[in-house]
């Protein structure tokens, strides 16, 4: 039985390498829904591991020709969405949608007296840490949150390259999940999320 599995498993590589559409749909339908459930674990945001699912079956079919799949696909897939999800933390791009879940879940909640508490105190303490900021990083970060424009178009209404807005909002977020850490909000934001997500 498994060296039956493990044989249909490479035959279907060995279809994939040639672009084999049935091939992949095959291993799209039996990995993509375990892959979003372990996405979801990591990130706590369904719209990030879907988009995570994306990226990694389109690179899949991309570099399907000179895939080298050492271990078992299965565990080649999970490696390969653990480290797209960490790049992308590095990045900042988890953080920046966490912020906006976080704040959008807790307003969401706020129409009882205890939770508009909790939000009240949550947000006093964000915009105490967005207050802490240097200048040029306080004003990057607010025309990004409060104006809601890109990256790119910040960048040029400052006349900036896109990596400097871009580092620049990485490290404001920073700044942000430190203070709340140590203000103690950190909890209070894991609480609305995990509510979101069951």
Not at 55 to 76: G, H, M, P, R
């Amino acid at each position: 039985m498994i060296n039956n599995e493990i044989v249909n498993e490479r035959q279907l590589l060995v279809q994939l390498s040639n672009h084999d559409k049935e091939a992949f749909s095959i291993i799209y339908n039996a990995y993509a829904k375990k892959l979003f459930r372990y996405a979801v674990k990591i990130i706590k945001s369904t719209e990030i591991a879907e988009d995570t699912v994306h990226d990694i079956f389109v690179k899949l079919w991309d570099n399907a020709s000179s895939l080298q799949i050492e271990t078992s696909l299965q565990a080649y897939l999970y490696k390969a969405t653990y480290f797209h999800l960490m790049n992308l933390i590095k990045r900042g791009a988890v953080q920046e949608r966490f912020v906006d879940e976080v704040m959008y879940s807790a307003a969401q909640l706020s129409h009882c007296t205890e939770e508009k508490v909790l939000f009240k105190e949550t947000l006093k303490h964000v915009q105490c840490a967005i207050d802490s900021l240097p200048p040029q990083r306080k004003l990057i970060f607010e025309m990004g949150r409060n104006e809601g424009m890109s990256h790119r178009q910040i960048a040029r209404e400052l006349d900036l390259a896109d990596s400097t807005v871009n580092n620049q909002i990485v490290k404001a977020l920073k700044t942000i999940k430190e203070h709340l850490l140590i203000s103690g909000s950190v909890g209070i934001l894991l609480t609305f999320v995990n509510f979101f997500h069951k």
